[in-house]
Structure formats: C-alpha cells, structure tokens
C-alpha cells in the first residue's frame, strides 16, 4: 500500500525546453537568471529526460527527506552539466529509476553513475536491455543505444531488473556499523511506487510503432511497439492525491494515470508531470482523445514535458488553461 508523503519536489535536469525569463510561481520556482551581479551560466535543453524527485514524510515520528533520480538524459554530459550550475550534488541520490531503455532517457547513465563514485541501485524494467531499432515507414532505419549492463556494473550500478510494481524507498543492501539511520530497513516504508508494466487498455494509445527488437542478429527485427518497459512514478501527497512522473508515456499518458489510481486505490489525481508523448503526426488523432480523459480525470495540475510535442501541449492549454504548467530546465515543482 502507498504511503503518503507531505512533501515532493521535482527538478527538471534535461528536458527539451529552457526558458530563462519565465517567471517563479507559488507552485514553481526557476533557476535564477542573475547571481552577484553576473548573469548566471545557462542550462543545456536536449531532446531528452532526467528529473530529481525529492520526498519528505514523517515515519515514527520522524521527519526524513530522501531523493531519487528518475532517468538521465539522452547525451553524456547534458545532466551533469546542468546538475553542476544548478548545485545539485548527485552524489545524495538514493536510488536511480529508468522510465525505460531509450536513448534519450539512459545516455548519461554512465556520467552519472562515475559522479556518484559508490555502489547503487537502478531499477528497470528488463525489456530495458533489449537490442533495439527505428525503422521508418520509407525503409531507413537505425539502431538505438542499450544499456551496457556489464558496463554499469563496472561503475558501480546495481541491477534490478523488476517487471512488476516496486517501491522506494529501497533497503539498504548493507548496514554500516554506525549507521542509525533504521528507517531505510523498515520493508513497510512505501512512499514511491515504481509502477513496473502498465497495462495497455484505452483503444487510442499505440505505443511505439517505430519500434523494433532484434531477433537473432540485426537483419531479423521483429515489431515491438508496446515498449513494455515504460514505466511511472506515483506519490500520494497528503491532503492533495496522486503526483505521477513519467519518462516518455509510451504506455499511454491515460493508461498510466488509470493504472496508477487501479493499484493504489486513490482516484483523486493532483498532478500529472513529465512526458505523454504526442509528439509526431502518427499520433495527431490520439491528442483529442487524451485531452477528453483528461478533462475527465480533473487532475490540479498538468506538466507536459520532453516529447508531448507542441501541437498536444498547445492543446492542453486551450482545454485547461488554469490547470497547465510550463517546464523548462531547472525548474523545480514544489507539490505540499
């Protein structure tokens, strides 16, 4: 059962949009665009994800905050670079989740996991690892980037592979001998939960079609447009309702917020953040009938993100203009 959190805090380390003069508000603050008099060193945008997801609870009448960083961009260094002028240290994540085996959310994997410099775990789907390609309507095709799992291991990454529903936050895997830190011990401390495979029910979410899996060498591709891997983050935050973060939302934005309010019970939805991916004409049709849905679910707050795609977000404004929020890199969403 999911438990609730009194605070969540969600930074956007890559995404494809920076905006330097939006504004702060009640629910969003920017990064500043001047420091000491000096304009201050602007963030990367890329075509690509990463957030930094930050919770506080209270649990035996103890206060903690804990932070967990949801996929790493689709370059390098994108994250690290933009990590570096935000100052935020890396190095405090507890657990690294990946919404799924794209390049564009696993790239900087490897940047991070040598900032980091310790042991930790990643949770993923093991569809994650597959051998992947686009192939277009007009024959060209390309091979996508994979997860290079003897490679993460060698940088201290600690595979997980889970298909099903997950929970952070995660035990610890060994006890240090001074450690009083018994919360992280406790298996009944559930406060974020990794949705795992979402089942595909809605008749307008197509997935991937572009996607293709490798059979026994590249000159057999087998279609795979469901992308089984996807997966969300969903929080319950006290006295509000669900907040749910997604990487790309190949499974479907509707499935995954359904999904999300089918296994923990909650149907009160207060804010949907990250990407829906609407982005492409092969999913003109399916804007429309998301938007109907959505209306229906009444969420506070929406976040469209990364590959929503402009046509789908000037969309959303237009059907829910109070409740829409702009992203840009180093934007922080402050749910309490």
């Given at each position: ?206 997935g991937f079609p572009l996607q293709y899996k490798e059979g026994k060498d590249e000159n057999h591709l087998i279609a795979d447009p469901f992308v089984n891997d996807d997966q969300a983050l969903v929080m ?41 991916h609407l982005s492409g004409e092969e999913y003109n049709d399916s804007i429309p009938l998301t938007i109907t849905e959505l209306l229906k679910i009444d969420s506070q707050y929406i976040i469209p993100c ?23 890199v180093g934007s922080i969403f402050s749910f309490n």
């Amino acid at each position: 059962m999911l438990q609730m959190v009194e605070e969540v805090y969600i930074t956007i380390l890559v995404d494809n949009i920076t905006d330097r003069l939006l504004p702060s508000l009640s629910l969003v603050k920017r990064p500043p665009l001047i420091s000491n008099k000096r304009f201050n060193k602007p963030p990367i945008a890329e075509h690509g994800f990463s957030a930094l997801v930050e919770i506080s609870y209270t649990n035996k009448d103890e206060k903690f905050k804990q932070k967990f960083l949801f996929d790493t961009g689709v370059s390098k260094n994108g994250i690290i670079y933009n990590s570096n002028i935000f100052n935020i240290d890396l190095k405090d994540i507890e657990t690294i989740v990946l919404s799924h085996g794209h390049f564009d959310h696993i790239s900087g994997l490897i940047s991070v996991l040598n900032k980091i410099n310790r042991s930790i775990e990643i949770i993923a789907h093991s569809d994650a690892f597959l051998k992947r390609w686009i192939v277009f309507s007009d024959g060209r095709k390309a091979r996508m980037d994979i997860l290079n799992e003897e490679n993460i291991k060698k940088f201290g990454g600690i595979i997980v592979k889970n298909n099903n529903i997950n929970y952070l936050p995660r035990p610890k895997l060994k006890l240090a001998k001074n450690s009083t830190d018994k919360n992280r011990f406790d298996k009944k401390n559930k406060r974020v939960l990794v949705t795992g495979q979402i089942p595909r029910i809605t008749n307008f979410e197509k997935g991937f079609p572009l996607q293709y899996k490798e059979g026994k060498d590249e000159n057999h591709l087998i279609a795979d447009p469901f992308v089984n891997d996807d997966q969300a983050l969903v929080m319950l935050l006290k006295n509000k309702g669900l907040v749910i973060l997604t990487g790309c939302g190949h499974a479907g934005i509707i499935n995954t917020i359904n999904y999300a309010r089918k296994v923990t019970g909650i149907n009160k939805v207060y804010a949907i953040i990250g990407g829906f991916h609407l982005s492409g004409e092969e999913y003109n049709d399916s804007i429309p009938l998301t938007i109907t849905e959505l209306l229906k679910i009444d969420s506070q707050y929406i976040i469209p993100c990364h590959c929503t795609g402009w046509k789908a977000c000037n969309e959303i404004i237009r059907a829910m203009p109070q409740k829409y929020l702009q992203t840009s890199v180093g934007s922080i969403f402050s749910f309490n």
